[in-house]
């Protein structure tokens, strides 16, 4: 590698390294009938896995689903539900079960569903 600007080119640097192949992360947009603290969210949803809270990533600010909440107008809308885009990391460590794999199997478990919920 080497850094081109308007001044010239660094010397060139190389390193070694390596890869291991490891599963692409997953992502799950789940509705909740009431704002949920992002903590106790992934916290809950890491249970409901069982994985480490650490390959939980909430995309959906706070501050989006804060403002959801105010402009909810009960006599326009039936229900409200606020969507959490969440993401699942991949397991550095061991790639037995892959983040598609256990989010489809959430999709599918009706009991790990209502464990969140």
């Given at each position: 590698?080497?850094?081109?600007?308007t001044?010239?080119?660094?010397?060139?640097?190389?390193?070694?390294?390596?890869?291991?192949?490891i599963?692409?992360p997953?992502?799950?947009?789940i509705a909740?009938?009431?704002?949920v603290?992002?903590t106790?969210?992934?916290?809950?949803?890491?249970?409901?896995?069982?994985?480490?809270?650490?390959?939980?990533?909430?995309?959906?600010?706070?501050?989006?689903?804060a403002?959801?909440?105010?402009?909810?107008?009960?006599?326009?809308?039936?229900?409200?539900?606020y969507?959490?885009?969440?993401?699942?990391?991949?397991?550095?460590?061991?790639?037995?079960i892959?983040?598609?794999?256990?989010?489809?199997?959430?999709?599918?478990?009706?009991?790990?569903?209502?464990?969140l919920?």
């Amino acid at each position: 590698m080497f850094l081109n600007s308007t001044i010239g080119n660094s010397a060139l640097f190389f390193l070694s390294f390596k890869t291991a192949k490891i599963s692409n992360p997953a992502a799950i947009k789940i509705a909740m009938s009431s704002l949920v603290d992002s903590t106790a969210y992934t916290t809950a949803l890491s249970k409901v896995l069982r994985i480490n809270p650490n390959r939980i990533y909430i995309k959906t600010k706070d501050q989006v689903l804060a403002n959801q909440q105010q402009n909810y107008q009960v006599s326009v809308m039936n229900q409200r539900y606020y969507v959490y885009d969440t993401i699942i990391t991949p397991d550095a460590t061991d790639d037995s079960i892959r983040p598609v794999d256990m989010l489809n199997n959430y999709l599918t478990d009706s009991n790990a569903q209502a464990m969140l919920r």
